[in-house]
């Protein structure tokens, strides 16, 4: 009776022991596997190169071939909308152009989102993040042409002279019909060096001005910006069919100034079409 009892007992606790031993085992490898995932995840995630305004106005610089630049951020949906199209445009024109992508996200992202995203994009383009102490000024080094909106795409020829730019989404097939004139003649040459013209932000005064010259074209037009809501494509097409009043899209508001301009040209355009239509069709406005 005692020994049937002491061997069921000793039974009984080798069994325990090699269910800890395995359950241990089984726990390991999770933890290595998941930490190899995690070291994994982490080396696959591309570079994202921090820089300033001296080392951005040496990157606006063609060396040879033409520039393709990209100004976005991870917050501005019409930039992360549009970004596959330029991934493509990035792997059909590999080796004929240049092409960067500059985020200007909040530093902090650096390692975080913007990274993060241009993985899931499957983005090979070089990738920087513009720290500035002074956006008004980068933005001016740039493009005459860039009011402050997100997403910016601009290209050089290889010396340095605009031949695109966009404010707002790209138009794909305006871009490449703009690429394909420059790449057949792409050739290394010597780098010419372009004093970029300097203009002031707009304020709400030029808004207002534009508005009444605009007004006086007969033209109705509201320009949307930033987070503006979305608005149906069936109240689109009323108040241009109906009213001829244009909702333009501007893109993501970057400066603080330019808001200014966009809040005068809308306000100056609303009374006229309130003027003009009445209360319910201003109601339909963004």
Not at 184 to 202: G, Q, Y
Not at 270 to 277: D, E, L, Q, S, T
């Amino acid at each position: 009776m005692n020994v049937t009892h002491f061997s069921r007992t000793k039974t009984t606790r080798h069994l325990m022991l090699f269910v800890f031993v395995l359950c241990f085992s089984l726990f390991a490898s999770a933890q290595t596997t998941n930490s190899e995932k995690t070291v994994s995840a982490a080396a696959v995630l591309p570079r994202v190169t921090q820089i300033n305004e001296i080392a951005l106005k040496n990157l606006i610089k063609p060396n040879g071939k033409p520039l393709l630049i990209n100004f976005w951020a991870t917050w501005c949906d019409p930039c992360r909308e549009e970004f596959p199209d330029l991934v493509k445009i990035d792997d059909d024109y590999k080796g004929k152009i240049d092409f960067i992508t500059i985020s200007l996200d909040d530093l902090a992202e650096i390692k975080r989102d913007v990274p993060k995203f241009l993985s899931e994009m499957g983005a090979e383009m070089p990738a920087y993040l513009l720290k500035s102490t002074n956006e008004d000024a980068a933005i001016m080094m740039v493009s005459k042409h860039w009011q402050g909106g997100l997403p910016f795409t601009i290209l050089f020829n290889e010396n340095g002279e605009t031949a695109y730019f966009r404010q707002g989404k790209v138009k794909i097939d305006v871009l490449r019909a703009s690429l394909e004139k420059l790449v057949p003649s792409a050739t290394i040459s010597e780098l010419a060096i372009v004093n970029l013209p300097v203009i002031p932000p707009r304020s709400s005064a030029e808004g207002k001005t534009d508005a009444e010259k605009d007004i006086a074209a007969g033209i109705l037009k509201i320009k949307r910006y930033g987070l503006t809501p979305a608005i149906p494509e069936q109240t689109l097409e009323q108040l241009k069919k109906e009213y001829n009043i244009e909702i333009a899209e501007t893109g993501c508001v970057l400066l603080n100034v330019t808001p200014d301009y966009f809040t005068a040209y809308n306000e100056t355009m609303r009374v006229a079409i309130k003027k003009r239509f009445g209360d319910a069709v201003l109601a339909k406005l963004p």
